[in-house]
């Protein structure tokens, strides 16, 4: 989440800093629509453009207001909402602005509107609500599609972003002169003076085919435009890509809605009654089928919960014909100001409804009444068949797939889109394209960006090389001292097939210098960055390591890890020369080998220490290997956002399997030893609904082979920072346990408030619960063994002389912890238990551990 998060902020930053608004040449209706008879807002009206040849309009919002773009040849809309009478409201330049509508209650209406009570205890017990919400779960099934056997639609998405809650005095600051051709008034509030900022755009068009058995759900993209940043700065596809995750799909008659990386329950889940208040608030007998307005609130408002109204069919079916709904405000969730849904369901040929309009907006911002960014993604359906029953071939392939170049769906012409859209782009919506291009030409805002991106990135754009990164150019660590390190890389404007990258490290102790180089080639004419993978690298290194440790994502000499606890002597100079392949494949499943010699020499107070026969022991000035290695690595329907710098997992509901197999090879290129290595990971992620999640890793490891020193062997990886570190043992000291053969657990478990939510003194706070449990189990073989083998190096000993490296004995190493997160919704702390192995010197029992995670 790290780096999806860091774009998520570039975004973020980057419209705080220009903070502008696009200038808006046509009259835009904007109005209220209200009660006849009491006045009050009605939430959720339908407004549409009379004489357009397509569906065209928009819905008010929980507040009855709307605002919506009219093409100048037309000034009449038509409103309605169920259980009222339909009205048309003619526009003119005197109430375009200012429009207000009154619809009259249907006199059709023959139930009664029950109030929710004020007093009195709810109870699930004889509640009609209840029971009417049990049998929308019963019919679930066949009310959805996957409930059909085939199915297939036009699909029609957009997701748009802007700055909004802005004001004249921000507006006109001098900062800004330059950037007032893009201002724009609020179009979705009735307050005078503020201001939104539209500046982020996509929009694709898709057809779509499913079939139930078997399963497939494949979405064949016509066409495919978006508001795209320099590159140089931005990951445009990483970005859309998270802002898709973040607006993902919402499907009502899922047990669970996943919005913002969280899952919401929702209020037709199996088990809503439990979480949920249910009310029969209305009966609406002027549509066919007949609909029972059913509202649903959060039984705690701190939850992951709706709040809001489903209309549901007394046709037999129970069908949900419309939905709205949005959170309360006490949600446990963050950086969260407003959030809206609306769904509606129209009728197909079979008399079965089908999902034709999903609308999700969200305004995020820090405080509840700043500036902040407003996004919605609306998804439009429309020419739904069932039981058309395609080809075998129309469902094989990928599940997304382009039917063109991408190239070519990226630059189809307006004119077509114009013919595609279900309803046509506001003028804003139009300018956003043609201002992103404008706005990236004016040299202060190229300029704010460059040093965003060193900000965020870590990266000093060179023209086609980028210095850093930055947290790296200082150090410290026992054997080298004080640290210097300076470096870079080439990007795709230098050459999209070629990079190259390195670094040069002296430390000031040791006064040694140290460096890294590597070019990379890439067979797909792609960059290495992005999927899918297909490249061959050669690097070539020298440089300090810490044995056993493999910070996959994170640099060693990183200023933030310089600080440790305990000793922290046992350091080597690490020589390697690799090759590497590596090759992905469209349906996540990707191959990496590569060939490397890889020589040790031992710092600090690490020495390879082999036994004789007088009981004394030869020091060796380095051990040598040639590995060959190859690995495997499958992750299905696998979704990513992709920085320069890491690759972060979007994850999902299947898990993530990885197998490596490694040989050392005696003789080729100086190696000393034989011996081969397989290991294998798996990954899952489990969604526990209103309990949270909880991330599982078990892992496995076995070497084969005789008289293997314990450097070749599985150094298990420790840590002894401050930081909580989720893959490592984190009150394990370093090279503390060995071993040629293991399994491990690692469990980290979030509740997201579950139990805080209900503490009255802590639920205000929206502080989160977090465990974990991690254990290893393992040994060494009698011949890999230096307690009973003097043909392999004796075990480590620290700065006392004391043995500091073991292999396990008749139990496993475990370790666990309770935490707190969403501390100033940035920090989380842990207090960590060692729960045995206490004996070994310089063991911790108790530690507390803090890690920065931005979440939502």
């Keep these: 989440m790290k780096s999806s998060i860091q774009g998520f902020l570039f975004f973020i930053i980057t419209l705080l800093s220009i903070s502008t608004a696009w200038a808006q040449e046509t009259i835009t209706v904007k109005g209220r629509v209200m009660n006849a008879e009491t006045y009050e807002a009605i939430p959720y009206a339908s407004i549409s453009i009379i004489g357009t040849t397509k569906e065209s309009g928009t819905s008010s919002t929980a507040n009855g207001t709307f605002t919506l773009a009219v093409p100048s040849k037309l000034n009449k809309l038509r409103i309605s909402s169920v259980g009222f009478d339909s009205e048309e409201f003619v526009i003119t330049t005197d109430n375009a602005g200012n429009a207000k509508v009154f619809l009259f209650p249907s006199n059709k209406i023959e139930a009664v509107v029950i109030k929710r009570p004020r007093r009195g205890k709810y109870s699930n017990k004889n509640n009609p609500a209840v029971e009417l919400i049990r049998q929308v779960v019963a019919h679930r099934d066949q009310n959805r599609l996957t409930g059909q056997s085939f199915a297939e639609f036009n699909q029609y998405e957009k997701i748009s972003l802007g700055l909004s809650n802005l004001d004249n005095k921000f507006k006109n600051k001098k900062v800004f002169k330059k950037y007032q051709f893009l201002f724009q008034d609020d179009d979705t509030t009735s307050v005078n003076g503020k201001y939104v900022l539209p500046a982020y755009m996509e929009e694709k068009f898709s057809k779509v085919y499913y079939r139930k058995d078997p399963n497939a ?62 009310y029969i608030t209305d009966t609406i007998k002027t549509t066919q089928p007949n609909l029972v ?123 077509y889109w114009a013919s595609i859209r279900p309803e ?71 050459s999209k097939r070629f990079y190259l990258e390195g670094y040069t490290a002296y430390g000031f102790d040791d006064q040694k210098w140290k460096y890294f180089m590597a070019g990379t080639y890439s067979l797909n004419n ?86 004789q026969a007088d009981g004394g022991f030869e020091n060796l000035a380095n051990l040598q290997s040639t590995e060959f290695n190859v690995g495997l690595r499958y992750a299905p329907k696998e979704e990513y956002y992709q920085g320069k710098l890491y690759r972060t997992p979007l994850f999902n509901k299947y898990p993530v399997i ?6 050392g090879i ?31 890793t078990l892992d496995g490891a076995y070497t084969f082979g005789s008289n293997i020193p314990y450097p070749l062997l599985n150094i298990h990886r420790a840590n002894q920072t401050y930081a909580y570190q989720l893959q490592s043992y984190n009150l394990m000291n370093f090279m503390e346990f060995v071993s040629d053969h293991h399994a491990g657990i690692n469990v980290q478990y979030y509740m997201n408030g579950f139990i805080f939510n209900k503490i009255p003194l802590l639920k205000k706070l929206k502080l989160r619960e977090v465990f974990s449990f991690k254990g290893v189990y393992g040994g060494l073989r009698d011949a890999n063994n230096p307690s009973l083998n ?67």
């Design 293 to 415: 307005e059913l509202s649903f609130f959060p039984r705690n408002k701190n939850d992951l919960l709706f709040t809001g109204k489903l209309y549901i069919t007394l046709d037999g079916n129970y069908a949900v014909q419309r939905a709205a709904m949005t959170v309360a405000d006490d949600i446990n969730l963050n950086f969260v100001r407003d959030l809206d849904i609306e769904l509606a369901f129209n009728k197909d040929h079979n008399n079965k409804f089908y999902l034709s309009k999903s609308s999700l907006g969200i305004d995020f911002a820090i405080t509840g009444k700043g500036k902040g960014i407003k996004g919605k993604r609306v998804v439009l359906i429309n020419d739904y068949q069932q039981g058309l029953k395609r080809s075998d071939s129309t469902y094989l392939v990928p599940d997304i797939y382009l039917v063109k170049k991408v190239e070519e769906i990226a630059n189809e012409p307006e004119s």
């Design 790 to 856: 003097n043909s392999v190096f004796a075990w480590q000993t620290n700065g006392k002389g004391e043995q500091s490296s073991f292999t396990f004995g008749s139990e496993p190493y475990m370790e666990a912890s309770a935490g707190i997160s969403n501390i100033f919704k940035i920090l989380r702390v842990d207090l960590v238990k060692r729960l045995n192995y206490l004996d070994n010197p310089d063991a911790p029992e108790w530690g507390i551990r803090a890690r920065i995670k931005f979440d939502f």
């Design 217 to 278: 759900k494949k979405q064949y993209v016509m066409a495919e435009k978006k508001a795209e940043f320099d590159p140089k700065f931005v990951d445009n596809d990483g970005l859309s890509k998270y802002f898709n995750r973040l607006y993902d799909e919402v499907e009502i008659y899922d047990n669970n809605i996943e919005i913002l990386t969280n899952q919401f329950l929702s209020p037709i889940a199996n088990s809503a009654p439990t979480f949920y208040r249910f």
């Design 666 to 696: 005696k003789g080729l290129l100086g190696g000393d030893y034989n011996y081969h290595s397989l290991s294998a990971n798996i990954f899952k992620r489990f969604y526990l609904s209103q309990l949270g999640y909880a991330d599982v």
């Design 526 to 611: 792609k960059s290495i960055y992005n999927f899918p993978q297909h490249y061959i690298r050669v690097s070539a290194s020298y440089d300090t390591k810490i044995p056993g440790q493999k910070l996959e994502f994170i640099q060693e000499d990183n200023v933030l890890l310089s600080f440790k606890r305990g000793e922290n002597q046992s350091y080597l100079y690490n020589e390697e020369y690799r090759v590497d392949y590596k090759v992905e494949f469209s349906n996540n499943f990707s191959v990496n080998a590569g060939l490397g010699r890889w020589k040790q020499t031992p710092a600090g107070v690490l020495s390879y220490r082999l036994p």
């Design 658 to 663: 990885t197998m490596n197999y490694t040989a």
């Design 424 to 494: 046509p782009l506001s003028k804003s919506e139009n300018l956003i394209y043609h201002n992103i291009d404008s706005l990236q030409q004016m040299p202060s805002f190229r300029t704010f960006m460059d040093i965003s991106a060193l900000v965020l990135s870590g990266y000093k754009q060179a023209g086609p090389v980028e210095i850093g990164p930055v947290n790296t150019f200082y150090s410290y660590n026992p054997v080298e001292g004080f640290r210097l390190r300076v470096g870079g890389r080439t990007t795709d404007r230098l």
